[in-house]
């Protein structure tokens, strides 16, 4: 597989025409140059720097996930693995009841799905969670991954995302911030949080999302999710044969099977 | 004490020629825990170096509502020399940790990070002449490796005079019977040295030595400059190989 962009470093000279200058580029004595450690991405309008590394900064829309920190009187505070402390207020939460205290509604460590409704320029942050998308999480799991890396998880116009969730039926919410909240049947989303962790480590390679696919239906396969009729008895011959290792994850598996299988067998 | 012969045929005590380095060798982000990470061995030096942040100030009331705060703690490890150091900061430590971060501050982009705080921490295993020059060249890969914005690379090495001649990259003996010892740190963009962000000298030289100690400074900081980048892109180039 190769690196379809260049690797840049800071200092880098990317271009000597100022008008070009994009994101992650900073421009001295009308050159261009880049500022992080990143992929070159460079058209005849823009050149930018998709960066490697690096933390979250949030900027107004972003659907982020984070953890109540803290709760006051009038919102919380809630950490969205950022430099910056967020803020949610009270009237920001639909959630909220006048005859409810703010603990009784979200408490300490708490995840919440949120939107970055505003950044003061003292980089105070303030969430709100009016959004058919925003919701308190309890259920499912929480996945972290490098911030730099979300673009990849997402997909071209959310070719990647769609992937996993068609193939997995898995509900997936990203959090800009790097956190990504997975729902849905158990083994399915631990197919889903192997392939986020994959694309986290080969996010800067080509041709992923078809890995990706490739590597979800190999591990359906496996965990006997894929092609239950064709599969079954070549399974249930290698339990057997295994013992060990697979037996905790493959009973729930076999009833679940049974189940469709055993009709079929009383017909 | 018995005088010792630092030059032997124009040739150093390890055999180098005076503008040779010691060998180095850079390996980025050997940390788990931080944002990003470095080891560098540089001759008999073994440095480790970490970044974390940008992050949140703590405590508060060091925070700068408009940029970023730098801290840089170089410090030794009591096994890092002959006779055990006492833990913790010296009168030494702290004034290279300041000397350090006054290296790399106009470096990083401070700005783009109001109220926060990067960090950044380095360790000396084993120490060797010119440990703070191996220190920054392995902070500068870690703030690389944690994906700081900054304007380019630091690299920094020293040149000491030793019997009256100008030696780069000065070992144990050369540092501690020579007559100068004189550490640089250069900014370092697309290839070219920008301009230098730390000079220290201790002992004597002339005018003209000093200008010569910069030439050969310059010349011996491309040398590690190209190895910071090499350790840099290998991380990325190895993830490849593993992968097909």
Same mark, same amino acid.
């Given at each position: ?128 969670? #009016? ?6 999480? %309890?259920? *499912?799991? =929480? ?6 890396? $979300? !673009? ?74 894929? #092609? ?6 070549? %399974?249930? *011959?290698? =339990? ?6 697979? $037996? !905790? ?19 | ?244």
């Amino acid at each position: 597989m190769e690196v379809s962009r260049k690797i840049v470093l800071p200092g880098d000279l990317l271009s000597t025409n100022p008008k070009t200058a994009g994101p992650n580029t900073y421009v001295e004595g009308n050159r261009v140059y880049a500022r992080v450690l990143g992929l070159l991405d460079k058209t005849e309008t823009t050149v930018r720097v998709i960066p490697l590394k690096g933390r979250y900064v949030p900027s107004v829309g972003d659907t982020v996930i984070g953890i109540v920190k803290e709760v006051t009187a009038n919102g919380w505070i809630v950490d969205i693995l950022s430099p910056y402390v967020a803020f949610l207020p009270i009237l920001e939460n639909p959630n909220m009841r006048p005859n409810k205290k703010p603990n009784e509604v979200l408490d300490i460590g708490d995840a919440i799905i949120a939107k970055v409704m505003n950044i003061d320029p003292k980089m105070r942050v303030t969430l709100t969670m #009016k959004d058919k998308l925003c919701r308190p999480i %309890r259920v *499912g799991r =929480i996945v972290v991954i490098n911030p730099t890396r $979300v !673009p990849r998880v997402i997909g071209k116009k959310g070719s990647m995302i769609k992937l996993l969730k068609s193939e997995l039926d898995v509900q997936i919410i990203v959090g800009q911030n790097g956190l990504i909240w997975i729902n849905g049947d158990r083994r399915k989303v631990s197919i889903a949080e192997e392939a986020i962790y994959i694309i986290e480590q080969e996010a800067h390679t080509e041709g992923l999302t078809d890995r990706i696919a490739e590597f979800v239906k190999k591990r359906k396969i496996e965990m006997g999710l894929a #092609k239950p009729e064709e599969v079954k008895g070549e %399974r249930e *011959g290698k =339990i057997e044969n295994q013992g060990g290792e697979v $037996v !905790p994850e493959i009973p729930e598996e076999r009833l679940k099977g049974d189940g469709n299988g055993g009709d079929k067998a009383d017909s | 004490m018995e005088e010792i012969k630092l030059i032997v045929d124009g040739k150093r005590l390890d055999g180098r020629a005076f503008d040779e380095l010691r060998p180095i060798k850079i390996e980025a982000g050997v940390l788990n825990r931080a944002d990003g990470s470095c080891y560098l061995e540089m001759g008999g030096n073994k440095v480790v170096a970490a970044v974390y942040g940008p992050r949140e100030v703590h405590p508060k009331h060091l925070e700068d509502p408009s940029k970023a705060i730098i801290r840089y703690r170089y410090s030794m490890a009591p096994f890092s020399v002959e006779e055990r150091k006492r833990p913790g900061p010296d009168r030494r430590s702290i004034e290279i940790s300041k000397v350090s971060r006054e290296a790399l501050e106009p470096v990083i982009m401070k700005e783009l990070f109001p109220r926060s705080a990067i960090d950044i921490f380095v360790e000396v295993l084993q120490a060797d002449a010119g440990s703070r020059t191996a220190c920054l060249n392995a902070a500068s890969v870690a703030l690389i490796d944690a994906g700081i914005p900054m304007r380019g690379m630091v690299t920094s090495v020293a040149v000491a005079k030793v019997e009256g001649i100008l030696v780069l990259d000065p070992m144990k003996e050369e540092d501690n019977y020579g007559e100068a010892d004189i550490p640089f740190a250069f900014l370092i963009r697309n290839g070219k040295i920008e301009s230098i962000t730390l000079l220290q000298m201790d002992g004597r030289v002339t005018k003209e030595e000093l200008k010569t100690a910069l030439e050969m400074a310059k010349r011996g900081a491309m040398q590690i400059y190209q190895l910071q980048r090499e350790a840099i892109l290998k991380k990325y180039i190895k993830e490849e190989e593993v992968m097909e």
